[in-house]
C-alpha cells in the first residue's frame, strides 16, 4: 500500500494518508440493525480511547450508558441521530453520529466519532467529518461542533488539522459522581 505521512513540527500531530485505503472506503447510513456494529466497534474503541483518561468504572458507565442497543435505537428514534458507518473492504471500521439543529442552535453537531485504533491516522475520520459537512451544508448550515475530553490530546489535535476551533469548555455531571470535562469545538463550513 503506497502512501505519505504528514506531520506538523508546531504541534507533533501525524497523519497517516495510504491511497489505497481511500479508494476501497465507503460511508453509508446505518439502518437500524447495523446499530450492533456501531455497539462492536464502540466495545474495542472506548477502551482503547479513554484508558488513561478515565477510569475503567466511568468507561463502563459511559458503555452502558451510550451503547446499549436500546440507548442506540432511542438515539436514532427519539433524539433524531444519524450512524454513518465507514466500511473497508467489508470490515466495519468506524462511526460517527450527527444530529441537525442540535438544541436548536442553528448548527449540526457530531454527537460520536471512532475508528478502530489500527485505521486512526489514515484520513477514516477526515471523510466521515466531511459526510457530515456535505449534509450540513445541503441542509443549509453553516456550522457543525462537537465535545471532546479535553484529555484526549490525539483527538484534539486530530479536530485542530481539521479547521476546529475551541469555541467554549463544559463539565458535564453525570451520574455516579462522574463527569465529562469536554472542550466545545467548532467549524465553519
Not at 441521530?81 to 442540535?102: D, Q, R
Request: with cysteine.
Amino acid at each position: 500500500m503506497k502512501g505519505f505521512c504528514f506531520q506538523n513540527p508546531e504541534n507533533g500531530f501525524s497523519f497517516k494518508h495510504h491511497l489505497f485505503s481511500q479508494y476501497m472506503l465507503k460511508i453509508y447510513q446505518a439502518t437500524e440493525s447495523q446499530l450492533i456494529e456501531v455497539q462492536k466497534i464502540a466495545q474495542i474503541t472506548w477502551p482503547h480511547t479513554f484508558k488513561d483518561i478515565l477510569t475503567s468504572s466511568q468507561i463502563e458507565y459511559m458503555m452502558d450508558w451510550m451503547y446499549s442497543l436500546e440507548s442506540l435505537n432511542s438515539q436514532v428514534k427519539d433524539k433524531n441521530h444519524v450512524f454513518l458507518l465507514a466500511e473497508e473492504n467489508e470490515k466495519y471500521i468506524g462511526y460517527c453520529s450527527y444530529e441537525l439543529n442540535c438544541a436548536n442552535s442553528g448548527k449540526v453537531k457530531i454527537h460520536k466519532i471512532y475508528l478502530l485504533p489500527d485505521v486512526q491516522g489514515q484520513g477514516v475520520g477526515k471523510r466521515l467529518i466531511s459526510e457530515v459537512e456535505k449534509i450540513a451544508k445541503a441542509n443549509l448550515f453553516d456550522a457543525i461542533y462537537l465535545n471532546v475530553n479535553r484529555f484526549n490530546n490525539q483527538a484534539l489535535q486530530a479536530y485542530l488539522a481539521l479547521g476546529f476551533y475551541e469555541a467554549k469548555r463544559e463539565v458535564i455531571a453525570l451520574e455516579n459522581g462522574f463527569v465529562m470535562d469536554d472542550i466545545v469545538m467548532e467549524k465553519k463550513i
